[in-house]
């Protein structure tokens, strides 16, 4: 009960789904156009893990970051919000748009890869004092996923989002990917000690 007041009063809800609602359009397109298919996939992931990264945006943060309930409690009652951007992901993975033949697990790892190490990173940025962390990570996590389809185009690399089974090098790349947001969010969960030392001080 208090965590669903919190989340919802907390959460930059407008930000978070704006993109949720461009990636429903995103896969509207992508079952009208199939064609199109490797940049509206991409942009589509890229979409749900921009959505992560406003999970952590709190203007008050140094206030809540010393009240009694705590930074622990705060992380990870928001790092929940973050399964929402992948349910939407699952979402497009299940109906498969444009019956694109998708391998929905290894469809669904890239969305869970991706959210998970946005959702992380924006943690860790909360952990370290940094109030809206999501308007810049959502730029840098849509550049970082839409790059690779910019630069496969005119070096002919092996796609990161390939319609049907990944090879075991892309596949690798995002179990790598899905590792090292899982530690980010197991590390941001810890306790924030340099907020209570500068209160303290």
Request: positive net charge; proline residues 5%; charged residues 10%.
């Amino acid at each position: 009960m208090l965590v669903g007041w919190y989340l919802r009063r907390a959460i930059s809800w407008m930000a978070l789904l704006g993109c949720l609602a461009g990636a429903v359009l995103l896969a509207l397109a992508l079952g009208r156009w199939p064609s199109t298919t490797a940049v509206l996939l991409s942009t589509l992931v890229a979409a749900c893990a921009a959505a992560a990264a406003f999970t952590f945006d709190e203007v008050s943060l140094p206030v809540v970051e010393v009240t009694p309930r705590g930074s622990l409690w705060r992380r990870a009652s928001r790092l929940l919000v973050a399964l929402l951007p992948l349910a939407v992901w699952a979402s497009v993975v299940a109906v498969r748009p444009g019956d694109l033949p998708l391998s929905r697990g290894a469809s669904f790892l890239v969305g869970l890869a991706a959210i998970t190490l946005t959702a992380g990173l924006a943690a860790l940025a909360s952990r370290r004092a940094v109030a809206t962390p999501g308007g810049s990570l959502a730029a840098v996590v849509v550049l970082a996923l839409l790059s690779p389809v910019v630069m496969g185009a005119f070096l002919d690399w092996e796609s990161l989002y390939p319609i049907g089974d990944f090879s075991a090098g892309v596949l690798t790349v995002w179990l790598a990917v899905l590792g090292v947001g899982t530690l980010a969010c197991v590390a941001a969960l810890g306790p924030a000690t340099h907020a209570r030392r500068r209160v303290a001080e």
